[in-house]
């Protein structure tokens, strides 16, 4: 016995799979960001003690601004908030990316 999941033009329909997969793609990319954040600030700079400037290529982004910026809008955009990342998180991330770049900014005495 089949199930009913409506004709084929309503399963395959591109507005259909347009969302379904625009929606699955921000949370998909939000987790790599959230992924490339906790690897910089927690093994590139905290393990190893590179510097931002040095390892902020590996951000999806390219810098940590533009990272925080683009992660707020998925957040903000995504229809169901997800449970493993918060709005908190993201500004507890461009705290830390403010905090260490003021720090290695700072002229040596």
């Given at each position: 016995m089949f199930l009913s999941m409506g004709s084929r033009q309503d399963v395959c329909s591109p507005e259909r799979n347009k969302d379904m997969l625009g929606d699955n793609y921000k949370y998909a990319l939000l987790a790599r960001m959230q992924s490339d954040c906790r690897y910089v600030l927690d093994v590139e700079i905290g393990i190893y003690g590179n510097s931002l400037r040095a390892c902020q290529f590996r951000l999806?982004?390219?810098?940590?601004?533009a990272q925080i910026a683009h992660m707020r809008k998925l957040y903000d955009e995504v229809p169901e908030k997800p449970d493993w990342i918060t709005e908190e998180e993201i500004s507890g991330y461009e705290k830390?990316?403010?905090?260490i770049s003021s720090r290695e900014c700072r002229p040596a005495m």
């Open positions: 999806w982004a390219k810098t940590p601004e830390h990316f403010k905090e």
